[in-house]
């Protein structure tokens, strides 16, 4: 009898500042959750500067989905972020979540919040996002 392999981790975070102390914070609070799931890690995506201020194109995000959907037919997949706001401060987190959906996974935080569910059919398309 086979078992499926563990789900996939793909870290998401983003961080504008020099001062790195609380982004491997974060970073290491996202390793060791996934650890304590046994999630497998995939990578880690990081939009920093002015890339992370923008709700336009981050391409780290953008990158993190096309790697996920080359995974997201064989394997669990998921996002993992510390917290929601890792995605965005803005009314924007529910475009991410979708996005992350589209790739064939969803979004999980640290706290164990996820949207598992929340965005994969037309019954969930008002959804606001963070649902956990």
Not at 92 to 102: D, F, G, L, M, N
Request: hydrophobic share 40%; proline share 4%.
């Amino acid at each position: 009898m086979s078992t499926a392999p563990p789900p996939l981790a793909f870290i998401y975070d983003r961080h504008a500042t020099e001062h790195r102390a609380p982004l491997d914070l974060r970073l290491d609070g996202c390793r060791n959750w996934a650890a304590l799931h046994g999630w497998a890690i995939a990578g880690i995506w990081l939009d920093l500067g002015d890339a992370a201020l923008t709700d336009g194109h981050r391409r780290q995000f953008d990158g993190l989905c096309g790697a996920m959907a080359l995974y997201a037919g064989n394997r669990e997949v998921l996002c993992l972020v510390h917290t929601w706001d890792r995605l965005t401060r803005t009314d924007a987190c529910p475009e991410y979540q979708r996005k992350v959906a589209a790739a064939g996974g969803y979004t999980a935080t640290c706290l164990g919040e996820d949207d598992q569910g929340a965005f994969s059919s037309a019954a969930h398309a008002g959804s606001t996002g963070h649902v956990s």
